[in-house]
């Protein structure tokens, strides 16, 4: 018996021993995978048993464990994970969010999609990417977030924003917008009004799948922003404040200095003598050096005092003196920029509930000084989001904000004097700022203050002074924003429902309301309206709209099958008014109109706009593996004719999960892999006159009634009524690949997208004898088509370094397709839009080099060209009437590829560091201001510092000819410059401080963060901004500007 019980008792302790020695200790660190922080309090299961732990603060654990055991780690929120132990002893876990995951939920029109059973083309920008950059303007964050969209770079005056083009040109002559949709209704408020703290998200629609739903005004793309909303967990409050500087975002002009000015001064007078005059060379010389104080405005606006105009030339090397000694020598660019505009911004929020009611309030304030001296924007925020749910068939929400702006702006346009950014940019540099003594000291006022020239002997810009502008005359803009948004939904997908589960009925009412004080103020003393003592003018504008639609919707499944399917009906009704009073004659310091003495224009309209629109949608799955949709929308809209007033818009699309087919479902390396396709018909009723205006009776006749009527009055048509006009179409053909791999460690994603639009509105030509032009009509075509790429992958996955880089690749090509039947080109200056080329085409000469015996301008020249724009015949001619006349077809504003690349690195436990850069490739601008300054039009203009590449004399072999005022020339492809660049768009470093140093403060979260916006621009001409616009042109405008902000982001 006791051997028994000892061979029980060895056989115990042998199954002791042998059991721990199946057992092994697995620790490990777990962290979130969008940042890389810790996450505390994660579950940690043997699966299949009840062995287990949680992590602690830092994400830190350790678990004795089973030898083939299977661990599963759990997090609310996170995508659960299973992870085999065998041959670990150190496992580290990254989690997945389920916003991240395949089972992501998009906003979309009229609802949300899951992002693997979407049909269309869709990408969602969240508040993370948005909050990185420092805009006061939504639109500025969008650029480079996702593939086939394109921004402007939108300047830098504060408060302004982009403009934004999905997948090319909509159109010629109607608007190339995209739609905005706030909370579910479409907005017609400033986008400036909008606090980007506030956004959650923004969804880009980009083909008809994704946007037909919004029928009329969805042809160019949507752009869905959703508001954040409060959540049904313990109230959290955020603050968060931030603080930056702001100067220039790009580059001046490189433009000469005051000896090469004076140098080129020179021999422009001796060159016109010489070659306009026909005088000979040495008489040419004396005339010159004679001419150059009459010609500069006198010895007052010498800077040289050691030299007279008439000796500041050496008449042996007809150069400047060597020992030519400025007394002075300002800039106007530097005077009329701050080197550091002030920036501060202070955010605050709460946000709460429980499962029946949840809040999110917030408010905001930002204060913006613009790099230009005297702008300003200042914006007031507030927003209410409320959720409530009473029952479980009843949920009822309000969405509330107003919002109230100060914009203080310099008038800026195209060469006006009162453009400061055209009087100071390319102001001579012999021109002082300041008076200045005979020996170039600054002269004082009777209180020390510096006196500012008016320059009343300049050969240009004679009685005003950019500085003086900036402090006498003023402009402003406020703006009034409020916006509400409200839902009632009758039903529920829960259970308790019954045989009625899934089906509901929702009402969403939207209003939006903008008013608008816009003052412009001119002095009386100096400028442009000196001689009128001075011009005020005034102008208010009321925009009030309203969306109301009523959804009824059904989601079921069935067994394998599953449908969602929407019936709607929606009315938008749009008014306008505008007011306006201008007078001259003013009273000193008086920002009113009454006292002013003169009338100098008065005007008042009102424009309405409504659509009602019918509404259809159906989704289907199978097996979640075959994706069918389809949606259809009829829209009645008030800018067309009775007969022509309703328009049928549709899409359909498929999606294939290749990945959940039999033969690919289990693989590991394979998370997605799905093609999908769509095609469908959009409409665009935003018809746009000559001057940009939205045209909003569009087949009626227009009459002119802005005739001087003192005695009667009267009126004529301006243009012909046409009843048939009706809506531009998009037919728009997309097809995609959507796919991913070792567990979401690399993306990749491409489309292909063919938009062709017709049906677009041209001015149809009419016998002269008619007395009219012509008259509009639906005749135009047009295409876009292109690629999108995008590639994206953790690269460096490590316990303390992650690095995530995405990268994005755009094409688009464009080709006008139709014109009007008897003619199948149109032209507008330097621009061509004509059949089998691209919108906007630069139609201009071609230079030819210079000719090395006068220093002339060359150009190609031709007896011919055929339909194809290919010459023959062709010559050289010094000609610059000629070669306006045989112009050639040199390219567009369009790259030839575009995109963005983002990289995200986090490293340290607690830093994280994002750089967003943008690039193009291909396409050209024609620089405007840089022809401006290489044929200087005034002598008190200056040149580019290529101008000294010049001819100067006989056998001179160059490619810039011989400088001349006010030459006689055309423009050619001298001008056309390269318009790819490399844009480092924003650099952000941030810091988590440890959850144990805070807890004890009671503070849940504390991030401090640096800002750096629109750091650098690297293009082929310094000076110019090739993401000014997109017809590629430049103008005399406010420059974007960089921001190096730093903040704080604190939760409770």
């Known amino acids: 018996m006791r051997k028994l019980i000892g061979l029980f008792v060895f056989l115990m302790f042998l199954g002791i021993q042998f059991s721990m020695a199946q057992e092994k200790q697995v620790t490990g660190k777990v962290t979130d995978a969008t940042d890389g922080l810790p996450l505390p309090g994660v579950t940690i299961m043997v699966k299949g048993s009840s062995i287990g732990t949680a992590t602690d603060i830092e994400g830190n654990y350790s678990l004795k464990v089973p ?167 313990k109230t959290n409050v955020n603050l968060k404040a931030s603080w930056g500087w702001s100067s220039r975002g790009i580059k001046n002009y490189n433009l000469v200095n005051q000896k090469e000015f004076v140098q080129l001064t020179y021999e422009a007078l001796r060159n016109d003598y010489i070659f306009n005059s026909n005088y000979d060379w040495e008489t040419a010389k004396v005339l010159a050096m004679n001419s150059l104080s009459s010609t500069l405005g006198g010895e007052s606006y010498n800077p040289f005092k050691n030299y007279t105009w008439e000796t500041i030339i050496d008449p042996s090397t007809e150069q400047i003196q060597d020992d030519a000694k400025a007394a002075w020598d300002e800039s106007w660019m530097d005077r009329i920029n701050r080197k550091n505009a002030l920036r501060q911004e202070y955010q605050f929020s709460i946000s709460g509930g429980t499962e029946k009611t949840q809040t999110l309030f917030s408010l905001g304030y930002l204060n913006e000084d613009g790099v230009l001296e005297t702008t300003k924007f200042e914006r007031y925020n507030a927003r209410l989001n409320l959720d409530n749910q009473p029952k479980f068939w009843l949920k009822a929400g309000l969405n509330i904000a107003f919002s109230h702006s100060k914009q203080n702006y310099s008038m800026y346009t195209g060469s006006s004097n009162s453009n400061v950014w055209y009087t100071a940019q390319f102001m001579a540099p012999i021109y002082p700022v300041y008076m200045k003594d005979s020996k170039g000291n600054d002269l004082l006022d009777e209180n020390g203050k510096k006196q500012l020239d008016y320059g009343k002997n300049r050969p240009k810009l004679s009685n005003f002074n950019s500085i003086a502008t900036l402090e006498d005359d003023k402009s402003d803009l406020k703006n009034d924003n409020l916006s509400a948004r409200t839902y009632l939904t009758l039903g529920s997908d829960d259970e308790k429902a019954g045989i009625l589960k899934g089906l509901k009925f929702t009402m969403n009412f939207g209003v939006d309301y903008l008013n608008q004080n816009q003052m412009n103020y001119y002095n009386m003393y100096h400028g442009n309206f000196s001689s009128s003592k001075g011009l005020l003018s005034k102008y208010n504008t009321r925009t009030q709209s309203y969306t109301f639609n009523q ?91 009775q007969d022509n007033r309703w328009g049928n818009f549709w899409s359909v699309g498929a999606n294939w999960r290749v990945s959940q087919e039999d033969f690919l479902h289990n693989t590991d390396w394979l998370d997605n892999l799905a093609l999908k396709v769509s095609y469908g018909v959009q409409g665009n009723d935003d018809l746009l006159d000559s001057q940009g205006y939205s045209i909003y009776y569009a087949w009626q006749s227009f009459y002119d009634l802005t005739w001087p009527n003192a005695n009667n009055a009267g009126g004529a048509i301006s243009s012909l009524e046409n009843k048939d006009i009706t809506w531009e179409k998009n037919k728009n053909l997309n097809i995609g690949l959507d796919s991913r791999f070792f567990n979401g460690r690399l993306e990749f994603a491409m489309e292909y997208y063919n938009k062709k639009t017709t049906d677009m509105l041209l001015s149809f030509p009419m016998a002269l004898s008619t007395g009219f032009g012509g008259y509009s009509a639906n005749v135009g075509e047009m295409v876009n088509q292109g690629f999108e790429f995008t590639v994206g992958g953790t690269i460096i996955d490590k316990t303390d370094f992650r690095w995530k880089t995405t990268l994005m690749v755009s094409t688009v090509k464009n080709e006008v397709k139709k014109l009007t039947d008897s003619s199948d080109e149109m032209i507008n200056g330097i621009y061509s839009i004509k059949v089998g080329k691209a919108i906007n085409t630069f139609y201009i000469a071609k230079s030819a080099g210079v000719d090395p015996a006068t220093g002339a301008q060359l150009y190609w020249a031709y007896e011919a060209m055929d339909a194809n724009g290919h010459a023959s015949g062709e010559y050289i001619t010094s000609d610059y009437s000629v070669a306006a006349n045989c112009k050639y077809y040199l390219g567009n504003r369009i790259p030839d590829l575009f995109g963005s690349i983002n990289m995200e690195f986090n490293f340290l436990k607690n830093f994280d560091v994002s750089v967003l850069s943008t690039y193009s490739v291909g396409g050209k601008v024609y620089d405007g201001l840089y022809q401006g300054s290489m044929n200087i039009q005034y002598a008190g203009d200056t040149w580019n510092k290529h101008s000294m590449r010049r001819w100067s004399k006989p056998g001179d072999i160059t490619d810039v000819p011989r400088v001349g005022l006010n030459p006689k020339n055309t423009p050619t492809d001298r001008f056309l410059v390269d318009a790819s660049y490399f844009a480092i768009k924003n650099i952000t470093v941030g810091y988590t401080l440890p959850n144990r140093i805070l807890n004890r403060a009671g503070i849940e979260s504390l991030r401090v963060f640096c800002t750096l916006d629109n750091l650098a621009l690297f293009t082929h001409l310094d000076g110019m901004d090739p993401q000014y616009n997109f017809s590629g042109g430049t103008d005399y405008k406010y420059a974007p500007n960089k921001t190096i902000s730093v903040g704080v982001d604190i939760n409770f």
């Open 551 to 641: 959804l009824l919707t059904y989601n079921r499944s069935f067994a394998d099958h599953s449908f969602d399917v929407m019936l709607g009906h929606e009315y938008y009704d749009y008014r306008y008014n505008y007011l306006y009073g201008s007078k001259t004659g003013l009273v000193d310091g008086i920002f009113e109109l009454a006292p002013a003495t003169t009338v100098n224009g008065t005007s008042s309209y009102q424009q309405d706009y409504r659509i009602e629109s019918w509404l259809a949608r159906l989704n289907y799955n199978y097996k979640e593996k075959y994706y069918l949709s389809g949606s259809f929308r009829t829209d009645g809209s008030s800018r067309f004719h």
């Open 67 to 233: 030898q083939n055991a299977v661990l599963v780690f759990s997090f609310v929120g996170m995508k659960d994970q299973e992870i085999a132990v065998t041959g670990k002893n150190v496992i580290n876990v990254k989690m997945v969010s389920k916003t991240e995951a395949l089972d992501e939920v998009m906003v979309v029109a009229y609802g949300t999609a899951k992002k693997e059973s979407f049909t269309g083309s869709a990408a969602v920008v969240d508040n993370k990417k948005l909050s990185k950059r420092t805009v006061a303007n939504i639109s500025k964050a969008i650029d480079g977030q996702t593939t086939g969209v394109v921004a402007t770079s939108g300047g830098g005056q504060p408060g302004d924003g982009a403009s934004i083009r999905i997948r090319g040109y909509g159109s010629i002559n109607a608007s190339s917008n995209p739609l905005y949709v706030v909370d579910g209704i479409p907005y017609d408020g400033t986008l400036s009004a909008i606090n980007p703290n506030d956004i959650e998200s923004m969804t880009i629609l980009k083909d008809a799948s994704a946007g037909a739903l919004y029928g009329a005004r969805g042809a160019n793309g949507v752009v869905i922003i959703n508001t954040k909303k409060g959540k049904a967990e």
